[in-house]
């Protein structure tokens, strides 16, 4: 019995004892607002200017990785928070229109290295349709 309890104690302490990655679990944030611009398709001017609301936004833990691991929809604001994240390193990414061809879209991202407590803010992210 005692060489059983000796086995089932070392597995858990390799296993919980390990640094843990980037991802959920943490006390840690990251915030940031997306702000939409409109542009005429046939002249280029500017019709509009806003926070955007409803807009997806996606987070990847770590670096290593180019799939994301959560997204989120912006508030009626066009602000965003990825809540209860641990320390470490994380990419931020919206797509926009891409003006120089107007079928196609890109990916904005912003990166950010969370200390392990606290709300790290992003910025604005800025995006054009």
Sequence with gaps: MKKYFFIITLICLTVFSCTKEEGEGGRSSITGT?????????????????????????????DDDDIYDDDMKTNYDGTFEFKNLRKGSYRIFTY????????????????VELDGSGT???????VEK
């Design 96 to 111: 926009t229109q891409d003006l120089t061809e107007s079928s196609l879209v890109k990916a904005v991202f912003k990166s």
């Design 120 to 126: 790290s803010d992003v910025g604005t992210i800025e």
């Design 34 to 62: 997306i702000h939409m611009t409109d542009i005429n398709d046939q002249t280029g001017a500017v019709q509009a200017e806003y926070n955007a609301p409803d807009h997806d936004v996606y987070i990847i833990y770590g």
